[in-house]
């Protein structure tokens, strides 16, 4: 302990009370993302990640990539590209359509499906594509 001129230790003010020592917060050091660098412009480049397994793409400028990756806070900035598909509503699947689709495809039984599964995911694309891109095409039109 080291002594002061007022005769206090270095834990004392000169009041007599205890002077507690300020410890900085840790900083939290986030990483920096890995990123794929998909196309060059002028001065921009169209990147892109995932974040939980969820592709993300983003316009940054030049020179924001080093060695394949982003700083987060350089990426948390960038200009988000592309449509937020997972915003939109979805229509469900008309039963019947389904059901129809399945037998045209020779699909009448559980056995029947467990047998031409290729063709009964054929079945299925088709009973949602239809409504799906019709509904897409009419709201971007």
Request: charged share 30%.
């Amino acid at each position: 302990m080291v002594q002061g001129r007022n005769g206090k230790g270095d834990e004392e003010s000169s009041d007599g009370e205890r002077v507690r020592e300020v410890k900085p917060k840790p900083v939290k050091v986030v990483p920096p993302v890995k990123v794929r660098t998909v196309e060059v412009r002028k001065d921009v480049m169209l990147i892109e990640w995932a974040v939980d397994g969820k592709l993300r793409r983003a316009m940054l400028p030049i020179g924001s990539v080093e060695l394949g990756t982003v700083a987060a806070e350089v990426l948390a900035q960038a200009i988000p590209y592309g449509q937020a598909w997972e915003d939109e509503e979805f229509p469900a699947v008309d039963a019947e359509a389904l059901a129809n689709e399945l037998r045209r495809e020779g699909i009448w039984t559980a056995e029947d499906l467990m047998q031409k599964t290729h063709l009964a995911r054929a079945a299925i694309q088709r009973a949602y594509t239809n409504s799906i891109i019709n509904q897409l095409v009419e709201k971007y039109k």
